[in-house]
């Protein structure tokens, strides 16, 4: 499970580099070639010590080396068939790049009107795929926004046409993200939104998209904002560049767009690997609602919690054109510690958050805090990404018959 894992998390992993390297750079021991071009030994340390702690109890770096191995395999193959060539990578790698510079910043409070937040749905399509795969995508695209219009929640749908939730607008965690830096057809969609609204289906270079506009957290409309940069290295932008040609190359086996996998299938699939899927830490599957006053709050709880999770946004959806304005909203999902600061705050006790808005003053989250997953639904992204993996052992097979691989430690 951990092959297409890497892939997914490669975004998260460079985050936390550092400006100078773990190990000495005279470390020069050569962990194994491929077609005799040399990894050495520090570059899969570096990244096998960021592994969450979870991992890394799972995974002893002897077994950690064939998953790199198989990594980088996908890597010299992307570039083989091109994919570091495409508009789409450079525009995908370009926004990876300045949302994490941002994150590598040393912040402090400020005010920027450039700032905006949102969410959204993606379709990702590579440019060289085709008219019939691009219409594909745009069916599927409008199936999601049928959906969202008859009030299903983002959760639901995502899940019912497993779409990806890849950062490929350079955004924070937030959402955040300054609106200078985004492509022309992103930003003309988010600067035509009030908050808590979404698009119409668009297409840019990078595939279809509906977004959703979301407010800039308080902690960025505050006064006295500076930031000092800390410039990338060249190590940390090769994790970022390789990490995206291996994401590519996954997305190139992926079954063919009208393939939605069953639940059916999932299920059996989480079944049959649970022992895969422990958590180090308990979890909140539930939702957030913020509200105008005490009184709405006090009367969606009582609603929401006789309702399953993806009636809730039809319900504040309703509720919100019954008023004839916003006086509320609802996210839902299933978080850890740290993911959601009103989640910390109201359920793994962290610190005080001030209001979304000073519209929505009143926070209030519904559900309940899980020691360990009930289903698959619990860890969906992660089961469907590992059902992929297996059904595409047959390519992973292939890049071991095309490329000569010799292991040195």
Same mark, same amino acid.
Not at 17 to 42: M, N, R, W
Not at 60 to 72: A, G, M, T, V
Not at 314 to 331: D, F, H, R, S, W
């Given at each position: 499970?951990?092959? +297409? ?34 990894? !050495? ?10 592994? @969450? ?27 083989? /068939? ?25 912040? #402090? ?43 299903? *929640?983002?959760?639901?749908? #995502? #899940?019912?046409?497993? /779409?990806?939730? &890849? ?5 924070? @965690? ?14 003309? &969609?988010?600067?035509?939104? @009030? ?7 668009? *297409? ?5 998209? =509906?977004?959703?506009?979301? @407010? ?34 996954? +997305?190139?086996?992926? !079954? ?10 999932? +299920? ?46 039809? =319900?504040?959806?309703? !509720? ?39 519209? !929505?003053?009143?926070? /209030? ?8 997953? #009930? ?33 040195? /430690?």
């Amino acid at each position: 499970m951990y092959i +297409n894992s890497f892939t997914a998390l490669f975004t998260c992993l460079f985050l936390f580099c550092q400006a100078h390297s773990l190990y000495s750079q005279s470390d020069a021991k050569v962990a194994f070639t491929i077609d005799g071009e040399p990894v !050495l030994q520090s570059e899969v340390l570096q990244l096998y010590t960021r592994l @969450s702690v979870e991992e890394q109890k799972k995974l002893s770096f002897k077994d950690y080396l064939p998953i790199y191995i198989r990594y980088k395999l996908k890597v010299k193959d992307a570039r083989r /068939l091109g994919y570091d060539t495409l508009s789409a990578y450079k525009l995908q790698r370009d926004a990876l790049y300045r949302g994490n510079q941002a994150k590598a910043t040393t912040m #402090r409070m400020h005010t920027d009107s450039r700032l905006t937040a949102f969410d959204h749905y993606s379709i990702l399509v590579r440019q060289d795929a085709g008219n019939t795969v691009f219409e594909e995508a745009k069916t599927v695209i409008e199936k999601v926004y049928r959906d969202l219009s008859n009030g299903s *929640s983002a959760e639901a749908v #995502r #899940r019912k046409y497993q /779409l990806s939730d &890849q950062n490929v607008f350079g955004q924070t @965690s937030e959402g955040v993200v300054d609106i200078s830096l985004l492509l022309p057809e992103v930003a003309t &969609q988010v600067q035509h939104l @009030s908050v808590g609204e979404f698009s119409s289906p668009f *297409s840019s270079p990078l595939g279809w998209h =509906i977004v959703f506009r979301k @407010s800039v957290p308080m902690a960025m409309q505050s006064p006295d904002m500076l930031s000092s940069s800390v410039p990338f290295s060249l190590e940390e932008e090769r994790v970022v560049a390789e990490g995206l040609l291996a994401y590519f190359w996954d +997305n190139a086996q992926s !079954l063919p767009m009208s393939s939605v996998i069953s639940d059916k299938d999932l +299920n059996a699939y989480f079944e049959a690997h649970k022992k895969d899927y422990k958590w180090d830490t308990p979890r909140f599957s539930g939702g957030v609602i913020h509200c105008s006053d005490k009184k709405t709050a006090k009367s969606l709880r009582k609603v929401l919690r006789k309702l399953p999770v993806e009636k809730w946004a039809m =319900i504040v959806q309703q !509720l919100n054109e019954a008023e004839g304005k916003t006086i509320a909203i609802v996210e839902t999902g299933l978080y850890k510690w740290g993911e959601n600061p009103y989640v910390d705050e109201k359920i793994f006790v962290g610190r005080a958050t001030k209001p979304v808005s000073p519209d !929505l003053p009143v926070c /209030l989250v519904v559900g309940k805090k899980l020691k360990k997953a #009930r289903t698959y639904r619990d860890v969906y992204e992660q089961v469907l990404q590992d059902y992929k993996e297996q059904q595409g052992g047959d390519a992973i097979e292939e890049l071991e018959k095309r490329y000569s691989v010799r292991i040195l /430690l």
